[in-house]
């Protein structure tokens, strides 16, 4: 690495300004607390002995001990110089790892230009001044930012503009926050929990490669010895596999089997690196690929966001093992197959729909996700194959997603209607909201039927609400529903059924839950969707062991103006458009709900307490919004809520629903009701398979 002597001055001087010295080094309290924030270990074995070492303080034995050396002489413990040349030479002789994920080690592309500053930024939260040292418990902006601190992503931000312009501030700056993070985070005593959080390791561990690959072909750093990084990054993988914080079923267990595969082949030197390949060649096929994917090849994290990351995962994996000259055709095979839900569930306007802890936004085409369905649907149809399905149909993980169309000559793809049904519980994830029987509705452009979003981590009562059932388009059962990951007890199940219909003209499908505290109400929701008409329409059988209330929340977008019409006296016949209704923001959506068994219905914006009513927007903000909460008390009831999308219209003068009504045999339940004055009928039949009967069009 070239380096400046005269800039080297410059930049002493202005880490001078900037934190007091350039090189502060702080002994933080050698009080013990816990390794590991919010975790309890899988398994009993204690830590790997390699933890207990300070990595700027290693010997050559302790080095010897783990390392292959090229040259296999003695050296005398205490000859710190010496050691350094034998692990040059060592390191020299081998091959950098090729393939790590720039994209993923990347915290911030302009993490040196704001060093440059006089700021240090974590993502997407706000600047702050940069000094040293850094702040390593700071709690006030949450455990994301903590989790992003301790990733070290930024170190690799710095080390890459260090190479790329020979940037000596950005290199001395990386040097000594590294440093200062070995110092204030002994995996005995860390200055943070979340400094050997699982999620920081397996992030941290790629920095660590690249820090070697400078190693094996550069000619140092000034701060960080070899011995220093080599004994880190010992100390990382044999954290992951040691396995006491390994997370089965879910992204982070894939990110810590990653890491150790990327350690196998990156440091080959390592005496036990073929055993950390083994370790997580064998935990990433049998704790995530068999039990992680349903049958349709779906992730079951009940979160679309997180089936990408997963995806974006693999491709991390195989770009490392293609360029370092290793096959792994399965993976190839079963990350094409696992496009084909990506293609489905992504929104007309190409965006991931806010299930889960899924934020509203594009996933990025990279390496093999690269699909011409997933071209499609990502570019609203501008580019790529339409899929050949309309409609994505995966009961085994608990989704449904209806479609209008991919684009016809009367509607663009962008402005067709969408439907997001699901019904699926998994246990061991951990993304999934209190969301069974929960439906989306989109089209024109825009939501109409929404959730409360994502908020956070943080355990906060906000985050208990978004995640709640009363943030959601599901029920309620004397006004409670199990938590979004308890798994109840014995007999508790949700479902949805395995056959569903999807013709020109419609679809349908139907699901099941009894995750209600007392385990003895149970809901099953048939969605009905046809296409030309965008209309919506749910069917529900409600039944409990005694006389209880039921609440159904729909849950509208905060810009949405929603009210009764003044002719209907129960309120169950509502209108939502847009508080300022113009030519480009035109549509109205008619709700009609049967009032056979109908009690109240409330529209409720912004209540404290118990919390409806509320949207968040982005991280840790909430902004009121309005939910309608439909109550009926009874043992056994048939329920119907019927939507018609109005897209063209700008005022509520389109209303055209009335005599919504319903009929329940043993056989059969029949719907009717009159659009505009036309007799309109819909039959479900009560038995598997699903069959359903639409007349009057």
Same mark, same amino acid.
């Given at each position: 690495?070239?380096?400046?002597?005269?800039? @080297?001055?410059?930049?002493?001087?202005?880490?001078?300004?900037?934190?007091?010295?350039?090189?502060?080094?702080?002994?933080?309290?050698?009080?013990?607390?816990?390794?590991?924030?919010?975790?309890?270990?899988?398994? #009993?074995?204690? /830590?790997?002995?390699?933890?207990?070492?300070? %990595?700027?303080?290693?010997?050559?034995?302790?080095?010897?001990?783990?390392?292959?050396?090229?040259?296999?002489?003695?050296?005398?413990?205490?000859?710190?110089?010496?050691?350094?040349?034998?692990?040059?030479?060592?390191?020299?002789?081998?091959?950098?790892?090729?393939?790590?994920?720039?994209?993923?080690?990347?915290?911030?592309?302009?993490?040196?230009?704001?060093?440059?500053?006089?700021?240090?930024?974590?993502?997407?939260?706000?600047?702050?001044?940069?000094?040293?040292?850094?702040?390593?418990?700071?709690?006030?902006?949450?455990?994301?930012?903590?989790?992003?601190?301790?990733?070290?992503?930024?170190?690799?931000?710095?080390?890459?503009?260090?190479?790329?312009?020979?940037?000596?501030?950005?290199?001395?700056?990386?040097?000594?926050?590294?440093?200062?993070?070995?110092?204030?985070? /002994?995996?005995?005593?860390?200055?943070?929990?979340?400094?050997?959080?699982?999620?920081?390791?397996?992030?941290?561990?790629?920095?660590?490669?690249?820090? !070697?690959?400078? =190693?094996?072909?550069?000619?140092?750093?000034?701060?960080?010895?070899?011995?220093?990084? *080599?004994?880190?990054?010992?100390?990382?993988?044999?954290?992951?596999?040691?396995?006491?914080?390994?997370?089965?079923?879910?992204?982070?267990?894939?990110?810590?089997?990653?890491?150790?595969?990327?350690?196998?082949?990156?440091?080959?030197?390592?005496?036990?690196?073929?055993?950390?390949?083994?370790?997580?060649?064998?935990?990433?096929?049998?704790?995530?690929?068999?039990?992680?994917?349903?049958?349709?090849?779906? &992730?079951?994290?009940?979160?679309?966001?997180?089936?990408?990351? *997963?995806?974006? $995962? &693999?491709?991390?994996?195989?770009?490392?093992?293609?360029?370092?000259?290793?096959?792994?055709?399965?993976?190839?095979?079963?990350?094409?197959? @696992?496009?084909?839900?990506?293609?489905?569930?992504?929104?007309?306007?190409?965006?991931?729909?806010?299930?889960?802890?899924?934020?509203?936004?594009?996933?990025?085409?990279?390496?093999?996700?690269?699909?011409?369905?997933?071209?499609?649907?990502?570019?609203?149809?501008?580019?790529?194959?339409?899929?050949?399905?309309?409609?994505?149909?995966?009961?085994?993980?608990?989704?449904?997603?209806?479609?209008?169309? &991919?684009?016809?000559? +009367?509607?663009? =793809?962008?402005?067709?209607?969408? *439907?997001?049904?699901?019904?699926?519980?998994?246990?061991? @994830?951990?993304?999934?909201?209190?969301?069974?029987?929960?439906?989306?509705?989109?089209?024109?452009?825009?939501?109409?039927?929404?959730?409360?979003?994502?908020?956070?981590?943080?355990?906060?009562?906000?985050? #208990?609400?978004?995640?709640?059932?009363?943030?959601?388009?599901?029920?309620?059962?004397?006004?409670?529903?199990?938590?979004?990951?308890?798994?109840?007890?014995?007999?508790?199940?949700?479902?949805?059924?395995?056959?569903?219909?999807?013709?020109?003209?419609?679809?349908?499908?139907?699901?099941?839950?009894?995750?209600?505290?007392?385990?003895?109400?149970?809901?099953?929701?048939?969605?009905?969707?046809?296409?030309?008409?965008?209309? !919506?329409? $749910?069917?529900?059988?409600?039944?409990?062991?005694?006389?209880?209330?039921?609440?159904?929340?729909?849950?509208?977008? %905060?810009?949405?103006?929603?009210?009764?019409?003044?002719? #209907?006296?129960?309120?169950?016949?509502?209108?939502?458009?847009?508080?300022?209704?113009?030519?480009?923001?035109?549509?109205?959506?008619?709700?009609?709900?049967?009032?056979?068994?109908?009690?109240?219905?409330?529209?409720? +914006?912004?209540?404290?307490?118990?919390?409806?009513?509320?949207?968040?927007?982005?991280?840790?903000?909430?902004?009121?919004?309005?939910?309608?909460?439909?109550?009926?008390?009874?043992?056994?009831?048939?329920?119907?809520?019927?939507?018609?999308?109005?897209?063209?219209?700008?005022?509520?003068?389109?209303?055209?629903?009335?005599?919504?009504?319903?009929?329940?045999?043993?056989?059969?339940?029949?719907?009717?009701?009159?659009?505009?004055?036309?007799?309109?009928?819909?039959?479900?039949?009560?038995?598997?398979?699903?069959?359903?009967?639409?007349?009057?069009?």
């Amino acid at each position: 690495m070239k380096r400046s002597h005269a800039r @080297f001055a410059l930049v002493a001087l202005i880490l001078l300004a900037l934190a007091g010295t350039a090189t502060v080094i702080i002994v933080r309290s050698t009080e013990r607390r816990s390794s590991v924030a919010g975790m309890t270990p899988r398994v #009993d074995t204690p /830590p790997p002995k390699e933890l207990e070492a300070n %990595p700027l303080h290693v010997t050559a034995s302790w080095i010897s001990e783990r390392v292959t050396m090229a040259d296999g002489s003695p050296i005398a413990d205490g000859d710190a110089a010496a050691l350094e040349r034998a692990l040059a030479t060592t390191l020299a002789a081998g091959k950098a790892l090729r393939g790590l994920p720039e994209g993923f080690l990347t915290n911030r592309a302009d993490s040196a230009k704001l060093l440059r500053n006089g700021q240090f930024r974590i993502a997407d939260f706000d600047a702050q001044p940069f000094r040293l040292p850094l702040d390593w418990t700071s709690k006030e902006r949450g455990l994301t930012y903590l989790g992003e601190l301790h990733s070290w992503r930024y170190v690799h931000d710095l080390l890459t503009a260090s190479l790329a312009d020979d940037d000596a501030m950005a290199l001395e700056a990386m040097e000594s926050i590294a440093q200062d993070w070995v110092v204030s985070n /002994p995996f005995s005593h860390p200055a943070s929990d979340m400094a050997w959080h699982e999620g920081a390791v397996s992030k941290r561990i790629l920095v660590l490669l690249k820090l !070697l690959n400078e =190693c094996r072909t550069g000619t140092g750093f000034a701060r960080l010895p070899r011995s220093a990084i *080599v004994a880190l990054l010992l100390q990382h993988a044999e954290y992951l596999a040691w396995g006491a914080y390994y997370m089965p079923l879910g992204n982070h267990g894939i990110r810590q089997d990653i890491g150790l595969m990327a350690a196998a082949i990156g440091f080959p030197e390592a005496k036990r690196s073929a055993e950390w390949w083994r370790i997580a060649n064998e935990r990433i096929e049998r704790e995530q690929i068999a039990p992680g994917f349903s049958a349709e090849g779906v &992730w079951r994290e009940h979160s679309p966001g997180y089936h990408y990351y *997963v995806l974006r $995962l &693999w491709d991390d994996l195989l770009s490392i093992l293609r360029a370092n000259g290793v096959e792994a055709p399965r993976l190839e095979t079963e990350t094409r197959r @696992f496009q084909n839900y990506l293609a489905h569930v992504l929104t007309p306007a190409g965006l991931y729909p806010p299930v889960g802890d899924t934020e509203e936004r594009a996933p990025r085409m990279m390496g093999a996700i690269d699909g011409p369905e997933v071209r499609y649907a990502l570019s609203a149809g501008r580019e790529g194959t339409a899929p050949s399905e309309l409609d994505g149909l995966f009961p085994d993980a608990g989704e449904m997603v209806f479609r209008e169309t &991919w684009g016809n000559d +009367r509607v663009a =793809c962008a402005a067709a209607a969408y *439907v997001h049904f699901r019904a699926g519980f998994h246990r061991g @994830f951990g993304h999934r909201h209190q969301d069974d029987l929960s439906v989306l509705l989109y089209g024109g452009g825009r939501w109409w039927i929404t959730e409360a979003g994502k908020y956070g981590y943080d355990d906060e009562r906000a985050r #208990d609400f978004v995640t709640s059932a009363a943030a959601h388009n599901g029920y309620e059962f004397n006004g409670r529903a199990l938590g979004a990951l308890d798994e109840g007890t014995a007999g508790t199940f949700v479902r949805m059924e395995p056959q569903a219909v999807s013709t020109p003209t419609l679809a349908a499908a139907r699901a099941a839950t009894n995750r209600f505290p007392d385990g003895k109400a149970e809901a099953r929701r048939t969605v009905i969707f046809l296409r030309e008409q965008r209309t !919506l329409l $749910l069917i529900d059988e409600l039944s409990s062991s005694g006389t209880g209330e039921w609440t159904q929340y729909i849950q509208f977008p %905060p810009d949405l103006d929603v009210r009764p019409l003044e002719s #209907d006296s129960k309120g169950g016949h509502l209108i939502a458009q847009a508080a300022e209704s113009t030519a480009e923001s035109r549509g109205v959506l008619e709700v009609l709900v049967s009032d056979q068994t109908l009690g109240t219905v409330a529209l409720l +914006r912004g209540q404290e307490s118990p919390m409806v009513g509320w949207h968040s927007p982005d991280r840790r903000e909430l902004v009121p919004t309005t939910t309608a909460a439909i109550r009926r008390r009874g043992r056994s009831m048939t329920a119907v809520t019927l939507m018609l999308l109005h897209l063209s219209a700008v005022n509520d003068s389109v209303a055209v629903l009335e005599d919504l009504d319903v009929d329940s045999t043993e056989e059969f339940i029949s719907v009717s009701w009159k659009e505009a004055g036309v007799a309109r009928g819909i039959r479900v039949a009560r038995s598997e398979p699903l069959a359903v009967e639409a007349t009057g069009w």
